[in-house]
Structures are given as structure tokens and as C-alpha cells.
Nanobody
Framework: QVQLVESGGGSVQAGGSLILSCESS????????VGWFRQAPGKEHEAVAQ???????????FYADSVKGRFTISPDKSENKTFLQMNGLNSEDTAMYYC?????????????????WGQGTQVNVSS
């Protein structure tokens, strides 16, 4: 079992920045995917940013087109944490953000691949 705890959400004006943090109860970086999904009211889960860690420890980030150039995902493997730096926020970024993990699995835009989810942290962007 993996427990994921998010923090860092809140309210910000358009153009502002937030940093989300996800702490895992155990190492999720040995091989597999960790990342962030979001869900806006009335919409399905959307993959935002993910990190795939290969067997040799190399890691590769992936981003949704809607956040490329604005969001940056990064790991802190020593602390079993994942961070999501969000810059240039706009109203379309308003959503509940979930930290997710899929140990031993490749990254995917499908939420069904991810078998561990945090409780979520709300991000509100006002225009």
C-alpha cells in the first residue's frame, strides 16, 4: 500500500503561482510513474504532469499540452516527495489536484492506470 498526502493548494489570482507537494508513505521512485491529475467540476480526471522512473534511476517528465511551459514537476527522492510548480495560472487551472502513483507501471493519461491516489488539494484561480 502507498499513502499519498498532498499540500499547497489554495486561492490565487490569474497569473500567479502555487507549488503543490505530495509526500508518499514509501518509495515510489524505484520504477514506475508518479504524478498529478486534476478534476474540475463536471469534468473527468485530466493528467497534468507525471514522472516516469526507469530501472536505472533515470527519470522523465511528461506534461499535458495545456500546462507545458507553465508547470514543472520534480522529485525529491530522498524525501519520497513530488512537487508541482505551477506558474502563469489561469481560471482553467481551477480544479481539485490529486497526487497519484502507479508503481511498476508506465505513465499514462488514463486515470485507470494509477492505483494509488491522495485525497486531493483544491486550487482556485480567480480572474
Amino acid at each position: 500500500q502507498v499513502q499519498l498526502v498532498e499540500s499547497g493548494g489554495g486561492s490565487v489570482q490569474a497569473g500567479g503561482s502555487l507549488i503543490l507537494s505530495c509526500e508518499s508513505s514509501r518509495n515510489t521512485f524505484s520504477r514506475g510513474c508518479v504524478g498529478w491529475f486534476r478534476q474540475a467540476p463536471g469534468k473527468e480526471h485530466e493528467a497534468v504532469a507525471q514522472i516516469y522512473t526507469a530501472a536505472d534511476g533515470a527519470w522523465f517528465p511528461f506534461y499535458a499540452d495545456s500546462v507545458k511551459g507553465r508547470f514543472t514537476i520534480s522529485p525529491d527522492k530522498s524525501e519520497n516527495k513530488t512537487f508541482l510548480q505551477m506558474n502563469g495560472l489561469n481560471s482553467e487551472d481551477t480544479a481539485m489536484y490529486y497526487c497519484t502513483a502507479a508503481p511498476g507501471r508506465p505513465c499514462s493519461s488514463s486515470s485507470e492506470v494509477f492505483n494509488f491516489w491522495g485525497q486531493g488539494t483544491q486550487v482556485n484561480v480567480s480572474s
